[in-house]
């Protein structure tokens, strides 16, 4: 081995010596590497999809892309957090294949709620996965020429970064950085988290008491099991590793929070009495009005992914019953599509609707961009404890959580019980699972449900709109006028209007013009069967057409004057362009 080295070595000192090609990438690239099926083989952009990264690395990470990727992404700010951070948006598509506004596109975003960093994650890795496979594979490079896509890695970027390296559990914070007074003493922020033992976690604290309801187990003595009710215990549970700051007789009773983001948003929106955590007026959060204020400039939307934890589930609204009349059939049927696909190949995750199979929520994104701009918009919530045994123990199955950290992640998951002087319970022990186990996926789960997930996003966005012009049709009426006929199909499953679009008017109409004759009259074709029109009596060389349906058509007619080349173009807000020439 040392002797094929020192070859190797010397041959290529002796190439560059004497002017010979240098090796590429690529070529050291097969050397070393044999391609795994489905994941790009030598990415230009280097990431370890097996962690979770902090803010300063994801701006590097996609600082990089857009040093690696120029033609395909583009970077910008759209907005400050109320820490005044960025809020940083990746617009990835063929720049090359048409200008991106007037492309069918997809928003994708995550970690609205602070302690879901995997969507940060796997919003990211759908970027970076579809910029290394252009070019690689056919159908993403097909999909980057057609569609568009904007990526919000965070949309809670102060809190993001503030639940890896503040004293946390696993389901602290959930809201953003803004303190209010949680326990209605007056005072604001005054009994926050206390880390006693410095670990980064907030686990347990259980203390020995004669009257304790619960022992170790004598066969694991990680875990506490609860004793009968005619039993004697050992131990007593105290709650959350803390301090009572303010004397009010609660541990850690004032911390970040309470406001919850994803209430927020302006669609069946309901006060903080009816909703809790909906603060003050709708899109009164700021990160959450920035990206409102992009989505309303980018009119190309038509499918949107918000990513979230934990349950394993696809989620469709309404968040709440009162909404359920927004929810049209026949967009219904196209939900169900797409989801019904994605449970076939995301294990353990679920299809569900929020109302029903949840809970209610009143002022929801998802619910906002349906209601409010029209998107077919899901909410996925990942990680589910199936991933690990490929059982239904459910979350937070204490027996299945000790497995897991005995089988694979081999004690890294758990804090030992350790004893501690607290001033006020006296001597206790603090122990339990750190706030990176049970929500947050293990990284060696982390790569594999960002793909599934990423599938999921990219099997939506492909059933964007993708409009086209067929089957021109010619007749001569004699007298030197002629009979146009033309077929725009849909390609694709979602229509160029939602039902909720089309009875709110949200978007414009799509346009279909005729140019390079006189045209005389313009008509849609209700029944091209039975020879059934209606006029457009006013610009009638520009037909308005109000929904193209998706896997669907419509037909356009004129009636022009003259002969010679015409051209055919289709203008729709969410289902881009499309032309025919003669």
Request: proline share 4%; hydrophobic share 35%.
């Amino acid at each position: 081995m040392k002797f094929k080295n020192w070859i190797y070595t010397t041959a290529l000192g002796a190439a560059m010596c004497f002017g010979a090609t240098q090796t590429t990438d690529a070529q050291v690239a097969a050397e070393r590497y044999f391609r795994a099926n489905g994941t790009p083989h030598n990415p230009k952009v280097q990431v370890s999809w097996n962690r979770y990264h902090t803010n300063k690395a994801l701006l590097e990470i996609m600082q990089d892309m857009v040093a690696k990727h120029p033609n395909l992404v583009k970077l910008e700010s759209i907005g400050k957090s109320y820490q005044d951070n960025d809020i940083w948006v990746l617009t990835v598509t063929d720049f090359k294949a048409g200008k991106a506004e007037d492309k069918p596109a997809m928003w994708i975003d995550g970690n609205i709620h602070s302690n879901e960093i995997q969507g940060t994650e796997f919003t990211l890795y759908t970027a970076w996965y579809l910029m290394e496979m252009y070019g690689e594979l056919d159908f993403i490079t097909e999909l980057l020429k057609d569609k568009t896509f904007y990526f919000a890695p965070t949309i809670n970027p102060d809190a993001h970064d503030y639940f890896m390296t503040g004293p946390n559990n696993g389901n602290t914070p959930r809201s953003g950085m803004m303190v209010f007074d949680n326990n209605g003493d007056g005072e604001f922020g005054e009994d926050p988290m206390d880390d006693l033992d410095g670990d980064g976690s907030i686990t347990t604290m259980i203390r020995k008491s004669p009257t304790g309801n619960f022992i170790k187990d004598p066969m694991d003595p990680r875990k506490l099991i609860r004793v009968g009710i005619d039993e004697k215990g050992e131990y007593e549970m105290l709650g959350q590793e803390g301090l009572d700051r303010d004397g009010d007789g609660r541990v850690n009773s004032d911390g970040i929070g309470y406001y919850d983001p994803n209430r927020d948003w302006g669609w069946n929106w309901q006060p903080d009495y009816v909703q809790s955590g909906a603060l003050r007026y709708p899109f009164s959060v700021p990160e959450n009005r920035a990206v409102v204020d992009f989505v309303m400039t980018k009119p190309n939307i038509a499918a949107a992914q918000s990513y979230h934890n934990y349950g394993g589930m696809i989620l469709r609204g309404p968040g709440a019953e009162e909404d359920l009349g927004t929810y049209n059939s026949n967009d219904v049927r196209i939900y169900d599509a797409i989801a019904k696909k994605g449970e076939e190949f995301m294990p353990g995750y679920r299809y569900l609707v929020v109302y029903k199979d949840l809970y209610s929520v009143f002022g929801g994104q998802l619910d906002w961009f349906y209601g409010g701009r029209g998107i077919f918009t899901y909410s996925n919530e990942l990680m589910t404890s199936y991933l690990y045994f490929h059982k239904n123990a459910g979350r937070g199955n204490q027996d299945e959580q000790m497995d897991v950290d005995k089988y694979l992640t081999f004690g890294d998951a758990f804090v030992k019980w350790k004893e501690y002087e607290h001033p006020q319970f006296g001597t206790v022990e603090i122990g339990g699972f750190k706030k990176n186990f049970g929500r947050l996926h293990p990284g060696f789960l982390l790569e594999q449900d960002a793909h599934r997930n990423a599938a999921f996003s990219i099997l939506h966005a492909y059933h964007t709109p993708k409009l086209s012009v067929m089957d021109v049709k010619e007749v001569d009426l004699g007298g030197g006028l002629k009979e146009v006929t033309a077929t725009i199909y849909n390609e694709r499953l979602i229509p160029t209007h939602s039902s909720q679009d089309l009875k709110y008017k949200i978007e414009r109409p799509d346009y279909v013009t005729l140019a390079g004759a006189k045209v005389v009259a313009g008509f849609t074709v209700e029944n091209a069967d039975f020879n059934q029109v209606t006029e457009q009596k006013v610009t009638p060389e520009k037909i308005s057409v109000a929904n193209i349906p998706g896997m669907s058509a419509v037909k356009v007619r004129w009636i022009v004057s003259g002969g010679g080349n015409y051209s055919i173009t289709v203008d729709s807000a969410k289902g881009g362009k499309a032309s025919w020439k003669k």
